[in-house]
């Protein structure tokens, strides 16, 4: 089994401010990891995901997240955010096991909130 | 292309009736997910269907259930309903059932609110 934990329940910044939000998971198997973000009252968007090969990678609308093999993290890290990143974030593992086929394990999700 | 899709928008019901939520997945994707997304509790998996079989379930007691039709689409059936079932029921689709690594793309949810 999988868990995945979100270090930060909520995470305030200021417009144009770098940040970072923390995500570290625990698991048996090999994972992939993802990140999604939901806006309020919409579903869920994907921003990137990391299946292999570089540790560094690259997703949607600026954001970044690095996976750290050692650390079991995968933090997502933006260099200047903007209002409109105002969201909950959520950090999330598949498994490599054919009876999960790509169902994913959440985090409690991360409100960043983005003030002028 | 259009996305995943989810009616109703929103559903009132009493504690004790039946609900059924509609999903229709992305063109292409055999593999439908359920999830419930309830405040205070996050993102749990509900369901997986693939090709009409339900591959996997998630800790949610027999009256969550649902099945999958040929054309892919999807329903999930809450039987009895709780008050505590009120919640955002989000479907999502994906290609095949291969392991792991498959983007999963989300509808907007189903509001569920038990009264």
């Known amino acids: 089994a999988q868990s995945v934990t979100q270090l930060d329940s909520q995470v305030p910044v200021f417009e144009e401010a770098p940040v970072e939000l923390r995500c570290n998971y625990s698991s048996s198997v090999s994972v992939y990891l993802f990140w999604y973000v939901q806006y309020p009252n919409q579903g869920l968007q994907l921003l990137l995901k990391?299946?292999?090969?570089?540790?560094l990678v690259k997703g949607i609308n600026g954001f970044e997240a690095e996976f750290n093999k050692s650390q079991t993290s995968f933090h997502l890290r933006k260099p200047s955010v903007h209002i409109s990143d105002t969201a909950e974030y959520f950090c999330?593992?598949?498994?490599?096991?054919?009876?999960?086929?790509?169902?994913?394990?959440f985090g409690e999700g991360t409100q960043l909130t983005v003030n002028p | 292309e259009a996305g995943v899709t989810q009616s109703p928008t929103h559903l009132i019901k009493t504690r004790g009736q039946q609900a059924t939520l509609r999903c229709s997945p992305i063109?292409?994707?055999?593999?439908v997910y359920w999830y419930q997304q309830a405040l205070g509790l996050g993102l749990q998996f509900l369901l997986w269907?693939?090709?009409?079989?339900?591959?996997n379930r998630g800790n949610f007691p027999p009256r969550f259930s649902g099945r999958q039709f040929p054309n892919y689409s999807s329903e999930l059936n809450v039987n009895a309903l709780e008050l505590e079932d009120s919640a955002l029921y989000l479907c999502?689709?994906?290609?095949?059932?291969?392991?792991?690594?498959?983007?999963?793309?989300f509808g907007e949810g189903s509001w569920l609110t038990v009264v």
């Open positions: 269907y693939d090709e009409g079989e339900e591959r």
């Open positions: 999502a689709s994906s290609l095949g059932a291969a392991v792991g690594g498959n983007t999963i793309y």
């Open positions: 999330a593992v598949s498994d490599l096991r054919e009876t999960s086929g790509s169902r994913l394990t």
């Open positions: 990391y299946l292999s090969g570089s540790t």
């Open positions: 063109s292409g994707h055999t593999s």
